[in-house]
């Protein structure tokens, strides 16, 4: 049976939705009480893709590294201050293991993962040029698929606008 069959199965029986792991309750470090704004709702909903049931939205998670503590803390807090992300986890350490100019090298960093909009891409890329002290810093983009609504609700009312606010 596909997922939809299921979906509207379950919500004739009164089941409700479908489990997923990113939707358990007290999970995403938002109030599960607090709701999302009206637009939000609505960029949620209105990007749910129809095909084979997959589900995304306009957030975004972003990855980035960075040579020390004190740099990822002034990045995340720029990036987050401006609005070009809603959030930003800091993962210390990590072991990076690379080549560079011909050589293949190894350093400790800190994983920078950032919650943002998929229209503020550019803008986050050229902000973390700016910011950043690597020669070529990571820029890794990936989707999210789905997720807790008020979790997603609130992180595109934190991007909202787009424009940083230096």
């Excluded at 990113?22 to 938002?30: D, P």
């Excluded at 709701?35 to 997959?54: E, L």
């Excluded at 975004?60 to 995340?76: K, L, M, N, P, Y």
């Excluded at 990076?96 to 400790?108: F, M, P």
């Amino acid at each position: 049976m596909s997922t939809t069959r299921r979906r509207v199965a379950r919500a004739k029986r009164g089941a409700g939705p479908l489990p997923t792991i990113a939707g358990r309750a007290g999970r995403g470090g938002v109030n599960e009480r607090s709701q999302p704004s009206a637009a939000a709702n609505r960029a949620v909903r209105s990007t749910r893709a129809k095909k084979r049931g997959v589900l995304a939205t306009d957030a975004v998670v972003a990855f980035t590294t960075a040579g020390s503590r004190d740099e990822a803390e002034r990045v995340a807090h720029a990036l987050v201050a401006e609005r070009l992300a809603a959030c930003v986890n800091l993962v210390a350490p990590i072991t990076s293991i690379y080549q560079w100019r011909g050589a293949v090298e190894r350093g400790e960093e800190v994983l920078l993962i950032i919650k943002t909009r998929r229209v503020l891409v550019r803008d986050l890329g050229s902000r973390l040029r700016e910011l950043h002290s690597y020669e070529v810093p990571e820029l890794i983009v990936l989707p999210i698929v789905d997720g807790a609504k008020s979790y997603l609700g609130w992180l595109l009312d934190e991007t909202r606008g787009g424009k940083p606010k230096r």
